[in-house]
């Protein structure tokens, strides 16, 4: 058993998923302040201060006042988290009200 | 075609359109797709949607000067350039002249986490960014249905869709969107049900190994349209549609006379040749001579300095020049100074229509006066009969809308009925030739006769014609007991002729000589008279002249006879004559 535990953190390692020390980089683009961007910043900002305190970095951005960032990320759906860091990158869209979803794009299930 | 044009623009006065400088597509939707409104294109994959909604935009920015955006759902814009340079389209300029905007719009599915509830503002955003950084008028959005792939929540895409078309109507840009066909949809997501002003149908279809592009307008609200498929063609100068029932009778007919090349032929069909802008079909069996004729009337259009456009299809034009100037006519240098243009290929390698099309473009590319088709029945191997009859209404009807002379040549087989040509196009052609061959004594000779020709007397004669090194060359007309002669008969005819002729000239001649013998005889026997009469004359003279000296002699005699007997008997004697009486009184 011993064996096989070092076996899966090893390829845990090997594929690069998130140490408990690993940053989060992560980019919220949103269209001015509409229920649904403020409904998705609440529920971002609540997963990160519960999970990834002090080792996140949230960017809120309004597509409205920076319409050459949404060419630039290639955003169409709005609200969109995009996952920066670390990869691979993911995108979150909608108002992540879907909690089991969120964290699952976020790498962030618990493990079983 | 301008004429009806004009009609549908008349009848819907204030209806304004974009025109797409799409040949042939402005032509059937009377001007071009509804400004300020989406047009769907829907079609197969690989029919040509995406080069249409390009040539669109393309041909909005270059000719019309109407900026605008392309947003790509499935081709980066590199790719879009690379894809469209071979049709002469430079995307990047366009882009550095502020013409036209690209965006690329990529939705991964394998990267996309759906969380709740969305929209696609983000689509907006960029749209309405790229409209207004160049003031675009025109947008295609290809092909937008894509999202549906990318995102799962079809109830938002369908909201978010109907939106979208109509802030596009709102933003006042003239949009193609397009969409992908299928399940016997119009398109797989229903987008036909936003996009209601116009929907265009391109279609690829392959009947029997040939395949062929259509185009359709299924619907055009507000505007009377043509419903017909057309065939189109994409090229190296992108799209030509063709629009062909929009042609009709109203061709003017024109009364100048052009000749056939072969001065005897000319002479056959009331001494001029064919009327200009005329179609003349030359019908007959193998080898009988068509090919021939046809070079004649295209070296004297060249020679009057006219362009001529051979289509040829089934010699390559090597061939034909070859065989030509086997019979002394040389087409090359006409070919050299650009006169002459041969399109040799294959009736086999297109559909009908991509026939049609393509004779289409190359003559309003080219801009002839004269168009050879040879042979023309050869394009029914690729259609029905029905089919090739059709297209020939429609391309007669074309060339002769252009004022262009056509020759067409037809191959009737053997064991048809001669006065019939393989495509039933005889009703359609204003002077039709007929070359056959005449089967007797053991040989084969070539004739040919004017089986109709309207608006001009022509002969009712059958010619016999040989090919000779100076061309096709009409020989007289010999008629025996059989009806014409030809070949050795008419040899035979024509050596016993000049026997006679030969004979009768030798009787003439031999008059002519007996007539100069007897006239110098003549002329020898009045001088021989003459000689006669003058020698009897001499004699004459002498004798008178004799006595007249005697006379004289004598009177001397008696005179000198008188002064010896003393005067007055000399008086008394000489008294009776005159002499003796003058001569006493000059002796007073």
Redesign the interface.
């Given at each position: 058993m011993r064996a096989n535990s070092d076996a899966t953190r090893a390829f845990e390692s090997a594929v690069g998923a998130p140490s408990p020390e690993q940053r989060y980089a992560l980019r919220l683009?949103v269209?001015g302040m509409t229920p649904?961007s403020t409904e998705?910043f609440a529920s971002i900002k609540a997963i990160c201060e519960e999970r990834l305190q002090g080792r996140y970095e949230l960017t809120v951005i309004d597509?409205?006042q920076n319409?050459?960032l949404?060419?630039d990320e290639?955003?169409?759906?709005?609200?969109?988290?995009v996952k920066v860091l670390p990869p691979?990158?993911?995108?979150?869209?909608?108002?992540?009200?879907?909690m089991e979803?969120?964290l699952?794009?976020l790498d962030l299930r618990r493990k079983p | 075609m301008t004429q009806i044009d004009h009609q549908q623009t008349s009848n819907n006065p204030g209806f304004a359109k974009a025109p797409t400088g799409i040949q042939g597509l402005d032509e059937i939707t009377g001007g071009g797709l509804p400004r300020g409104r989406p047009t769907l294109v829907c079609g197969g994959a690989g029919c040509g949607k995406t080069l249409l909604a390009m040539e669109f935009l393309v041909r909005g920015a270059t000719q019309f000067g109407e900026p605008g955006v392309f947003m790509s759902f499935e081709e980066s814009a590199t790719e879009l350039t690379q894809n469209v340079r071979s049709l002469g389209f430079d995307l990047d300029d366009l882009v550095q002249k502020k013409m036209l905007a690209i965006?690329f719009?990529?939705?991964e599915r394998n990267?996309?986490?759906?969380?709740?509830?969305?929209?696609?503002?983000?689509?907006f955003?960029?749209l309405?960014?790229?409209i207004d950084s160049i003031g675009a008028k025109r947008v295609v959005l290809d092909t937008i249905e894509t999202?549906f792939g990318?995102?799962s929540n079809v109830s938002i895409l369908r909201g978010e869709l109907r939106r979208l078309f109509r802030w596009l109507k709102d933003k006042g840009v003239t949009a193609v969107i397009t969409g992908e066909s299928g399940d016997g949809a119009l398109t797989r997501h229903s987008l036909e049900e936003y996009v209601s002003d116009c929907v265009i149908v391109l279609d690829h279809r392959v009947t029997e190994q040939m395949s062929t592009r259509r185009l359709r307008i299924v619907k055009y609200r507000g505007t009377s349209h043509e419903t017909n498929e057309y065939p189109f063609l994409i090229d190296a100068d992108g799209i030509s549609v063709l629009p062909v029932t929009s042609l009709g009778l109203q061709h003017t007919a024109s009364t100048t006379r052009i000749s056939s090349g072969i001065p005897r032929l000319d002479a056959m069909l009331g001494g001029d040749g064919y009327f200009r802008g005329s179609t003349v079909l030359m019908s007959g069996t193998a080898g009988s001579g068509k090919s021939s004729i046809a070079a004649h009337f295209v070296a004297a259009a060249c020679q009057r300095g006219e362009r001529c456009l051979y289509f040829a299809f089934e010699e390559s034009p090597g061939q034909i020049l070859r065989n030509m100037r086997s019979i002394g006519i040389d087409l090359e240098p006409w070919m050299q100074q650009g006169l002459l243009h041969f399109h040799a290929s294959r009736a086999a390698i297109h559909g009908l229509e991509m026939h049609l099309a393509t004779i289409h473009k190359l003559v309003r590319k080219f801009q002839p006066r004269v168009v050879v088709m040879d042979p023309v029945g050869s394009l029914t191997s690729v259609g029905t009969s029905q089919d090739a009859n059709v297209m020939l209404t429609r391309l007669i009807d074309f060339l002769k809308m252009q004022g262009i002379t056509a020759m067409l040549t037809s191959l009737t087989s053997g064991d048809a009925a001669l006065e019939q040509t393989s495509t039933n196009v005889s009703m359609l052609v204003d002077t039709w030739l007929l070359l056959r061959d005449l089967e007797l004594d053991g040989e084969r000779n070539r004739v040919m006769y004017v089986l109709k020709s309207r608006g001009m007397a022509h002969s009712n004669q059958l010619r016999e014609f040989l090919l000779t090194d100076q061309g096709v060359e009409l020989q007289n007309v010999y008629l025996g007991a059989e009806g014409v002669l030809t070949g050795s008969a008419r040899q035979t005819r024509e050596a016993t002729e000049k026997a006679a002729r030969l004979l009768r000239h030798q009787e003439v001649e031999a008059k002519q000589r007996e007539r100069v013998l007897k006239r110098e005889a003549q002329e020898a026997r009045i001088i021989a008279l003459q000689k006669e009469f003058e020698a009897e004359e001499e004699v004459a003279k002498r004798d008178i002249d004799q006595e007249q000296s005697r006379e004289e002699t004598n009177r001397q005699d008696r005179d000198r006879m008188g002064i010896s007997r003393q005067g007055d008997k000399v008086l008394k004697e000489a008294e009776p004559s005159a002499r003796s009486h003058e001569t006493p009184r000059s002796r007073k």
């Open positions: 683009y269209t649904r998705a597509i409205y319409p050459q949404a060419i290639q955003i169409v759906a709005v609200p969109t988290l691979p990158l993911r995108r979150l869209v909608g108002d992540l009200s879907n979803r969120v699952s794009g | 965006d719009v990529r939705v990267e996309i986490e759906e969380t709740g509830e969305y929209d696609l503002e983000g689509l955003v960029r309405n960014f790229a999202l990318g995102l």
